[in-house]
């Protein structure tokens, strides 16, 4: 792969790794935690996941890039999705799980058991962000565009596999990444401001999103399983490989 074909690949491998996560671990810990000790502690957390996504994408692409570049993804894909019985029984409990956490969470909703004074106390320690860091940094290897660009990054020179895995990191963190600057330029008050308005306008709302989607898709899978065996028709074609 050429140096131009794979610098393509950050911009939309970058956004398809899009994870708000670390953004809003931040802004917490620094409503908590406003002071002057606090802003640096929430400024080490951020670069630590972005260089630490940096470092560990390039440790995997140098030492397995190739091997993970070599694998018969398609091949993969197409025996785990077409495994007969194992598939479908696959299926049932994605499906059965999905429906279920759904469900629960819709049941607490209604409920009002979801209030902040229920919640558990979070952890606002230092030693608490880097361990989430940390987590972060070493789940994100299970991000298919994560592994995707490194298995590109295998064949290019060591600096072109730098810039592209910072700019990969940059790019899938961008809200972070705005924070890191405007945090530097003593405007991070604007996030916090920002976070608040959307939790006070559509904080109600935005509540049933994960729940109502669950409970979606795992009808979806269901389904599925039901239809394909009997009718060959695919509710979700991208389980047919």
């Known amino acids: 792969m050429d140096l131009a074909r794979y610098f393509s690949l950050v911009f939309p491998l970058g956004l398809a790794g899009f994870d708000p996560a670390p953004l809003f671990v931040a802004l917490y810990f620094l409503a908590k935690n406003g002071n002057r000790s606090g802003r640096r502690t929430v400024l080490g957390f951020s670069l630590l996941i972005l260089l630490g996504v940096t470092t560990w994408g390039l440790f995997l692409s140098l030492v397995f ?10 091949q993969i894909f197409h025996a ?16 059965l799980g999905l429906l279920g956490y759904g469900l629960f969470r819709l049941y607490q909703l209604r409920r009002g058991t979801n209030s902040e004074t229920e919640k558990p106390a979070k952890n606002r320690s230092a030693s608490g962000l880097v361990v989430f860091a940390l987590i972060f940094i070493l789940v994100v290897t299970t991000d298919v565009p994560f592994a995707a660009f490194v298995a590109a990054s295998a064949s290019q020179p ?5 810039v592209g ?5 940059l790019l899938s963190q961008f809200p972070l990444t705005f924070f890191v600057i405007a945090l530097i330029a003593g405007k991070e008050a604007l996030f916090s401001k920002a976070l608040a308005f959307v939790r006070e306008r559509f904080g109600a709302a935005l509540r049933y999103v994960l729940p109502v989607l669950c409970v979606a898709l795992g009808g979806a899978f ?8 009997a009718t060959r028709f695919a509710l979700l074609p991208f389980l047919h490989v």
């Open 65 to 74: 890039g190739d091997f993970i570049a070599r694998l018969p993804w398609h």
């Open 158 to 162: 060591l600096w072109a596999q730098c």
């Open 222 to 229: 269901l389904l599925d399983v039901i239809l394909f065996p």
């Open 80 to 95: 785990i999705l077409n495994a007969g019985v194992w598939t479908l029984l696959g299926k049932l409990i994605i499906g």
């Open 165 to 169: 895995l910072v700019l990969w990191s």
